[in-house]
């Protein structure tokens, strides 16, 4: 069974700062999600990884497979980013979550 | 194209009753998959369909089951319901035609209270 770790749990941060969140998890995997999900909201996908780094406007996502571990950075932060990010990972059992992280971005 | 939809979105229901969640994919989505969402335990994964098959279980009790159509839409059911059975339903649709990496679309959720 994977184990999920995502850190830090609760984040509140300045407009325009840099923000890292980071996901680790225990077994070998065949992907790992971020996700974004704002109160009340609904779940939205924000990219999908097996190797390597991907970019969306603001947003970059890297993994390292070798060391079992994935980042979300947030460059710029905005108000309207604030949300709970949650890490997924693809297991041969299905998708397995992390507890997410609540970010808060103050103006 | 309009995203994937979850119907009811809200129901009350009382213990030892069951029931019947439905989940319409995305069109031409072939994957869809069933997650429960609780602010102690957070999301978990409940299962997972291709093309009508299951592909793979959550560890969820006999008491939750599922199934998925010739035209991708599914349901899942929980029978006998508990309290701790309130929660938040989500389904995602994906492609998947590369297996089992693929993009998730969310729906909006069937949120669930057992009174």
């Known amino acids: 069974k994977n184990e999920v770790e995502q850190s830090p749990q609760n984040l509140t941060a300045q407009e325009e700062e840099f923000i890292t969140i980071n996901c680790s998890y225990s077994?070998?995997?065949?992907?790992l999600h971020w996700l974004q999900q704002h109160p009340g909201g609904g779940i939205v996908s924000l990219f999908m990884?097996?190797?390597g780094k991907k970019k969306h406007g603001r947003l970059i996502a890297t993994i390292n497979i070798q060391e079992k571990h994935s980042s979300l950075h947030i460059t710029a932060s905005h108000p309207r980013d604030s949300a709970v990010y949650i890490c997924?990972?693809?297991?041969?059992?299905?998708?397995?979550f992390g507890k997410g992280t609540h970010l808060i971005i103050q103006p | 194209k309009a995203g994937v939809t979850q119907t009811p979105r809200y129901l009350i229901k009382t213990r030892g009753q069951q029931v019947t969640l439905s989940c319409s994919p995305i069109?031409?989505?072939?994957?869809v998959s069933w997650y429960q969402q609780t602010p102690g335990q957070g999301l978990q994964f409940l299962f997972e369909?291709?093309?009508?098959?299951?592909?793979n279980k959550g560890n969820f009790p006999g008491r939750f089951s599922g199934r998925q159509f010739s035209n991708s839409r599914s349901e899942m059911n929980v029978s006998t319901l508990e309290l701790g059975d309130s929660a938040l339903y989500l389904c995602?649709?994906?492609?998947?035609?590369?297996?089992?990496?693929?993009?998730?679309?969310f729906g909006e959720g069937s949120r669930l209270t057992v009174l």
């Open positions: 995602a649709s994906s492609w998947d035609g590369t297996g089992y990496t693929g993009e998730l679309f």
């Open positions: 077994v070998g995997i065949s992907a």
């Open positions: 990884l097996s190797s």
């Open positions: 997924a990972v693809r297991g041969a059992d299905g998708l397995t």
């Open positions: 069109s031409g989505h072939r994957s």
């Open positions: 369909y291709f093309s009508e098959t299951q592909r």
